[in-house]
T-cell receptor, first 111, second 115 residues
Framework: AQSVTQLDSHVSVSEGTPVLLRCNYS??????LFWYVQHPNKGLQLLLK??????LVKGINGFEAEFKKSETSFHLTKPSAHMSDAAEYFC?????????FGAGTRLTVKP | EPEVTQTPSHQVTQMGQEVILRCVPI?????FYWYRQILGQKVEFLVS????????KSEIFDDQFSVERPDGSNFTLKIRSTKLEDSAMYFC?????????????FGDGTRLSIL
C-alpha cells in the first residue's frame, strides 16, 4: 500500500518570494513521484517527475523538487513566485500497482 | 505538443439519466484512464484500460460505470442511471505504457452536474 500526504492545503506567498510545497509519501516499492499543476477549469499538467535517477529534478516554469529517501519527502520549490503560478498543485506517488494523488495544495500569489 | 481532449467540457443531466463522457487520448498512447474529482476533494482513480479491456478498477467503478473504445481514437466513460453524488469533474488520461515511471497526460476534464 502507498500513500501521499501534502502537508499544506493552502500556501500563500508574495510575488517574487520563494515557494515551498511539501509532500511526504509512503510506499512499499521504490516509487516514482510526480508533481502536477491544475489551473482553474483546466486539466492536470505534469510539472516534473522523479524516477530513480537524479534526486534533484528540474521541471517546467522554474519549478524543481528534491527526492529525499531518508525523509520520504518530495517537496516542490521555486526560487521566485510569479502571479501565473497561482493554481492547485498535486503530488502523486506511483508504483507498479497503484497511483495515488495527494489532496492538493492551493498556491495563492499576492502582488 | 499532443494533447488529450475531452468533450463536452460541461454536461448537465437529470438524475437517473445515462451520460457518456468522451475522450481522445494521445495517438501513440496505449493505456487509458478515467479519474474523478468531486468538488473540494482528492482526485480519485476510477479505471485503467489497455488492449480493449479493463486492466484495473477502483471500488468506485461499480456496475453503474462502463468504459469503451468504440473506434481507434475515442475512449468513453458511460454512467448509467446517474445519481446526485456523481456530480464531479471527470478527467481522462493516457500514457505510453503502464510502467509506473511513465507520466500520464491529462485532458482538461468534463464537469458533470447532476440535477
Amino acid at each position: 500500500a502507498q500513500s501521499v500526504t501534502q502537508l499544506d492545503s493552502h500556501v500563500s506567498v508574495s510575488e517574487g518570494t520563494p515557494v515551498l510545497l511539501r509532500c511526504n509519501y509512503s510506499s512499499s516499492y521504490s516509487p516514482s513521484l510526480f508533481w502536477y499543476v491544475q489551473h482553474p477549469n483546466k486539466g492536470l499538467q505534469l510539472l516534473l517527475k522523479y524516477t530513480s535517477a537524479a534526486t534533484l529534478v528540474k521541471g517546467i516554469n522554474g519549478f524543481e523538487a528534491e527526492f529525499k529517501k531518508s525523509e520520504t519527502s518530495f517537496h516542490l520549490t521555486k526560487p521566485s513566485a510569479h502571479m501565473s503560478d497561482a493554481a492547485e498543485y498535486f503530488c502523486v506517488v506511483s508504483d507498479p500497482n497503484d497511483m495515488r494523488f495527494g489532496a492538493g495544495t492551493r498556491l495563492t500569489v499576492k502582488p | 505538443e499532443p494533447e488529450v481532449t475531452q468533450t463536452p467540457s460541461h454536461q448537465v443531466t437529470q438524475m437517473g439519466q445515462e451520460v457518456i463522457l468522451r475522450c481522445v487520448p494521445i495517438s501513440n498512447h496505449l493505456y487509458f484512464y478515467w479519474y474523478r474529482q468531486i468538488l473540494g476533494q482528492k482526485v480519485e482513480f476510477l479505471v485503467s484500460f489497455y488492449n480493449n479491456e479493463i486492466s484495473e478498477k477502483s471500488e468506485i467503478f461499480d456496475d453503474q460505470f462502463s468504459v469503451e473504445r468504440p473506434d481507434g481514437s475515442n475512449f468513453t466513460l458511460k454512467i448509467r442511471s446517474t445519481k446526485l453524488e456523481d456530480s464531479a469533474m471527470y478527467f481522462c488520461a493516457s500514457s505510453v505504457d503502464s510502467r509506473s515511471n511513465q507520466p500520464q497526460h491529462f485532458g482538461d476534464g468534463t464537469r458533470l452536474s447532476i440535477l
